[in-house]
């Protein structure tokens, strides 16, 4: 089975702090996601990335980075966490023509005070 | 503009029950659909999914889907819902070029009374 695995679970930050949240995953998956899942929004794409050193914006790509430095590692970087930005973050590999399923990490609850 | 529906935030059914959860998509062409489930404090996982052919696919545990070109919509159904059922469940689309750029509903609720 297809591991996706998010680091840290649980993250209370400060306003105007930076936050970086990581993903790992052992599939060999070319294509990695970021979403963020808010109470009637379902979830949301990020930011996203085709392989090691590329990034795309996603839907909602405002006051998030993105980095790719390998095939296995994905982070979301937010240089200047607000309150809005209190979220439930996920990471998914997967997609891709014959590979359209997502495997996704056990989330990211990040409180920005 | 594109969008992904799900009518119904909750959906209080009964064990043994049969369910229906509605989704409707408005894209110009058919798109990869998909049906997610998030058990509670984990991630997603695939059910099922559809682009073309027979316009009910089965997935896992007993779920199924019905793909409606004419009407848009993509409803998830089982025949007798089990306790463990319960989750949130979410209807998702995939924008054309099937990369896993994902649209998602804001999903529905379901609860399973024993």
């Known amino acids: 089975e297809a591991a996706v695995t998010q680091s840290p679970r649980n993250k209370v930050a400060v306003t105007g702090g930076k936050v970086t949240l990581s993903c790992n995953q052992t599939n060999n998956h070319n294509n990695m996601y970021w979403y963020r899942q808010d109470t009637g929004h379902g979830l949301r794409l990020i930011h996203y990335?085709?392989?090691?050193?590329?990034?795309e914006k996603g839907d909602i790509p405002d006051g998030y980075k993105a980095s790719r430095p390998s095939q296995e590692n994905f982070s979301l970087i937010l240089e200047l966490a607000t309150p809005s930005q209190t979220s439930v973050y996920f990471c998914?590999?997967?997609?891709?023509?014959?590979?359209?399923?997502?495997?996704f990490g056990h989330g990211t609850k990040l409180s920005v005070l | 503009a594109q969008s992904v529906t799900q009518p119904d935030a909750r959906v209080t059914v009964s064990e043994g029950a049969s369910l229906q959860l509605r989704c409707k998509y408005s894209y110009s062409a058919t798109p990869y659909l998909f049906w997610y489930v998030q058990y509670p404090r984990q991630g997603l996982q695939m059910l099922l999914k559809?682009?073309?052919?027979?316009?009910v696919v089965q997935g896992v545990n007993g779920f199924e889907a019905e793909f409606s070109k004419s009407d848009s919509s993509f409803h998830l159904r089982k025949a007798s819902v089990h306790w463990s059922d319960s989750a949130v469940y979410f209807c998702a689309v995939d924008r054309g070029s099937a990369l896993g750029r994902l649209h998602f509903g804001a999903g529905t609720q379901l609860i399973v009374i024993p």
């Open positions: 998914a590999s997967g997609g891709g023509k014959g590979n359209e399923r997502l495997f």
């Open positions: 990335s085709y392989g090691a050193g590329s990034t």
């Open positions: 559809y682009y073309s052919g027979d316009p």
